[in-house]
């Protein structure tokens, strides 16, 4: 019996690890790319790179996460509530004068944006041979993390190999030609930056820069009509008069405040070669190979440090970087980076069924067509391209995921290209527990923990309040105080208990208890007792926030006003809840804070509870208001049933049944981000053809000419359009395909709880449940026909199935399922006790 538990035990593993005799799963494509819209991402978790694939001139726009523009000092904190304008508001609030409490809020409660995501440069790459490319391809494989482009030119074979190291820290670059000299090339590197000068050295290429020291996205004209200009003294005298006639702030022109960073590129020849290298870039010629390591660095340490002032010297840091770098030659580089790569993304294998003749063609001319066709192979090739983004995009000592991931060209980027936190950031890392890939949320984690120190000044000066706080968007610098002048969205202090939430299923997923206690418990008693503090009675025996939005969502009254804030929105509530729950579970678990405990019980069963509309749709905010826009991208009120766990058809089916209607009422159609948590939704939902009709929506090809329909979608690249370029719904996707296939949010596992019929075979193995589970799964004729359960912790686990299942261990039957019913449909269930490493075996 023993036998057959290591046989099951290694087959799941090697379901969970891949084999080498697999295809590997590639982007591909039969020309350049056109635009940055369709160019290749690459990143090794700090540093990154759009790699274009040029056969003439090849380019690299380049980005270091670390690189943003202003630093500490530029942080604005003069915001403060006093008790008399908040009575002020709370009366005026009671009394439904919303568009009243907007304009004083808006007046007196806001701060203003804050620090922007800077690209870092360009590497360009002139092919000096003539003559027309053919037979051109590029390629990203997914499964190595490497990209290629390859094309013959008089005769001669080409192939540039692109790839960025996590554990060397550097981008590599090899071209080869099957020629003795078929090489002849000339690097240069640009930045948007005007302080960045390119200097040759006797054996690299180095740019060297600073970041702005100020960046202003909102206009002179909108500045001033807000009466803000005492908000900007960077940009403004102390009479409110423009000190410059343009947004973005360089050197002596802010103090020389500003990051610095700097990039080197070294060409290594593994046989003979010619190289120049002049401070007009580097030249290579007459040889048939040669690779280049590429370091960078930034000056940036620390959110509480000055970058100009306090900074690490980049020279210094990138100098070193290469030179440990290039102890290793070329193909030991690459090994070293694809066993790391691997290491995380061969955890997930996800298979479903394409026909060849599908598979053999360009992934944008199987975009093009997925509306016409469906392509099952190629949405299993996004949902493991969202895995690709995340461990290029976060890893541990890096920075978080932000609005582009690491990717971005602007030195002014779409919403400063930060951390939108009232809902991008978040769903940024929805995937990563999920599909097993927990340790790219560190980078998260230690934002939370840095959040949390300015959070906790905010909420004290800002409020006079305990705990911390932090609002609608942050920076590298962790700014928590609200943003400008955007009534729907800047005065939103509900951040740290989302926030907070990826802790606590952290804590579900890893069953570490060490970390629940030292690491997210402090952070979620502070977000508990804010809210504590926040909470005031709504005149009816019920606790509610005094003022907040529904982001990023207004409505209008019954007397005619259109207003965004009001009392108690659904989502400040749910938000709430949740996190005093869980602060009170964490607090009993280890017997600490009894009366900040016992404070949070009272208060939680006073809450202002969940409420239905007069449509059936669950009610959004404290009073059923109509929406100003009923189709709106934002659902908020929806947050107790996702990303949440407080509703669900068995603990409470009217409320289950009241977010389909919401969903019913909001519509198929969004932006990219928002048809991801619409795909989650309806997951949850377990309408598996509903979830697979926003899935058919996404794959909606941007910017071909020929959009399928308007709205969001996706980009050639397969990056996703909201449009512009958020990385988001990227993650939104790949979560809510393992909502489809998995669910364990509501107290037990759910075996393919919302399976599509154009879905109807396929398999899935290393999949995480919560309770430290690992699931791989075969299915076929849209039923599971076989699943194994490895148990990573030894906790009792409860099975939820479509058909009666039974349970096996060792070759024994050790639990046979019994029907149960769930929202008037017939599943079936069984709870058994497991042991840590234990492997289970499901069959019908």
């Known amino acids: 019996m023993r036998i057959i538990s290591y046989l099951i035990s290694f ?14 799963l590639t982007l591909w494509y039969d020309k350049p790319a056109q635009n940055w819209d369709e160019a290749l991402p690459i990143g090794n978790g700090r540093a990154g790179a759009m790699v274009f694939g040029g056969a003439c001139k090849e380019q690299l726009q380049l980005n270091e996460n670390t690189l943003y523009s202003g630093e500490p000092s530029v942080v604005f904190k003069d915001v403060k509530i006093t008790p008399e304008m908040f009575d002020k508001v709370v009366r005026l609030m009671k009394a439904g004068k919303y568009t009243e409490v907007s304009d004083l809020v808006c007046k007196n409660w806001l701060g203003r944006l804050h620090q922007y995501y800077q690209p870092f440069g360009d590497l360009h790459i002139q092919n ?11 390629t990203l494989n997914i499964s190595d993390a490497v990209a290629t482009t390859a094309y013959e030119q008089n005769g001669t074979h080409y192939e540039r190999e692109v790839f960025a190291s996590h554990p060397d820290d550097v981008i590599v670059m090899r071209l080869k030609s099957n020629t003795p000299d078929g090489i002849d090339i000339s690097l240069d590197f640009t930045s948007p930056h005007p302080t960045a000068l390119q200097k040759g050295t006797d054996d690299r290429l180095i740019l060297h820069g600073q970041a702005p020291g100020y960046v202003e996205r909102r206009t002179f004209e909108q500045i001033e009509q807000w009466g803000d200009q005492y908000k900007h003294p960077e940009l403004y005298d102390a009479n409110g008069k423009r000190k410059f006639d343009k947004r973005m702030l360089y050197g002596d022109e802010i103090d020389g405040k500003g990051m610095f960073f700097e990039a080197q590129l070294k060409p290594v020849f593994p046989k003979d070669g010619k190289c120049e290298i002049t401070d007009s870039g580097i030249h290579v010629y007459d040889t048939d190979e040669v690779y280049f390591v590429l370091s960078m660095a930034t000056s940036f340490n620390g959110f509480d440090k000055s970058p100009s002032k306090e900074g690490i ?36 294998d996800f298979e479903l069924v394409s026909s060849p003749e599908q598979k053999a063609m360009p992934t944008d001319k199987r975009l093009e067509q997925f509306a016409q066709t469906a392509d099952p192979a190629l949405a299993a090739l996004l949902f493991q391209f969202g895995r690709y983004l995340m461990i290029s995009g976060s890893r541990p000592g890096g920075q978080p995921l932000n609005l582009q991931g690491m990717w971005n060209k602007d030195t002014i980027p779409a919403w400063n290209c930060g951390y939108t936190i009232n809902i991008n950031t978040e769903m940024n890392y929805w995937p990563a527990e999920l599909t097993n890939l927990s340790e790219c949320q560190q980078p998260l984690f230690r934002m939370i923990r840095e959040l949390a120190v300015s959070g906790a000044e905010t909420a004290r000066n800002m409020y006079n309040r305990r705990g911390w706080v932090a609002h609608h968007n942050t920076s590298i610098w962790r700014e928590s105080l609200p943003n400008d002048n955007v009534p729907t ?15 606590w299923e952290h804590y579900q997923f890893t069953q570490d208890e060490a970390f629940l206690k030292n690491e997210a418990y402090p952070l979620m008693k502070g977000a508990a007792e804010f809210f504590a503090d926040w909470l005031i009675e709504d005149g009816n025996g019920h606790l509610v926030t005094p003022v907040g939005v529904s982001p990023e969502n207004s409505f209008v009254t019954e007397d005619g006003q259109t207003a965004a804030m009001s009392m108690g929105p659904t989502m400040d509530m749910a938000i709430i809840r949740e996190t005093f729950t869980r602060t009170i579970e964490a607090s009993e678990m280890f017997n600490l804070d009894e009366p900040l405990r016992n404070e949070l019980k009272d208060k939680l069963a006073r809450l ?29 009120h929806l947050y107790g049933f ?39 939704c309806w997951a949850r939902l377990m309408d598996g053809n509903h979830a697979y009709k926003i899935i058919a929506n996404l794959f909606n090809p941007v910017g071909f000419g020929n959009s399928a329909h308007k709205g969001g979608g996706l980009f050639r690249n397969l ?11 990227n993650f939104g996707y790949t979560a809510g395909v393992v909502e489809i296939l998995l669910q364990s949010h509501a ?98």
């Open 11 to 24: 087959l799941l593993l090697a379901a969970c690890t891949g084999t080498p005799s697999k295809a590997p």
């Open 128 to 138: 000096n041979k003539q003559g027309e490319a053919n037979q051109y391809k590029r």
């Open 313 to 348: 010297d980049p020279s210094a840091k990138a100098a070193g970087i290469l030179e440990k770098a290039l102890s290793y030659d070329y193909q030991t580089l690459k090994q070293r980076h694809t066993e790391d790569y691997r290491s995380l993304f061969d955890r997930v």
């Open 489 to 503: 969205a800047s005065f939103w202090p509900m951040v740290q208990g989302w926030l907070c939430s990826h802790l």
């Open 608 to 636: 202002l509870p969940y409420q239905i509309g007069e449509r059936g749709q669950l009610q959004e905010w404290m009073y059923d208001f109509k929406e100003r826009e009923p189709q709106h991208r934002h659902f908020s």
């Open 642 to 680: 996702h990303p949440s766990d407080q509703i669900t058809p068995d603990k409470t089916p009217e409320l289950f049944n009241a977010v389909r209607k919401t969903l019913e009422l909001r519509g198929d159609l969004a932006s990219g981000w928002s048809m991801g948590w619409k795909i989650n």
């Open 719 to 729: 990056l996703c359009a909201h449009p512009p370029f958020q990385i988001d719904g």
């Open 747 to 844: 107290g037990y596992i759910h075996l393919l709880p919302a399976l599509p019929d154009v879905w109807a075979e396929g398999s899935v193995s290393g999949l995480k449940a919560r309770g430290n589970f690992e699931i791989a799964m075969n299915w076929k004729d849209g039923k599971l026909t076989e699943a194994n359960i490895r148990s990573l912790s030894g906790k009792s686990c409860t099975l939820r199935a479509g058909q009666a299942f039974t349970v096996k261990s060792d070759g024994k039957t050790i639990a046979t399922s019994a029907p149960v019913r769930s929202n008037g449909k017939e599943y079936f269930q069984a709870t058994f006790d497991t042991q840590k490493d234990g492997t289970y075996l499901i069959t019908q």
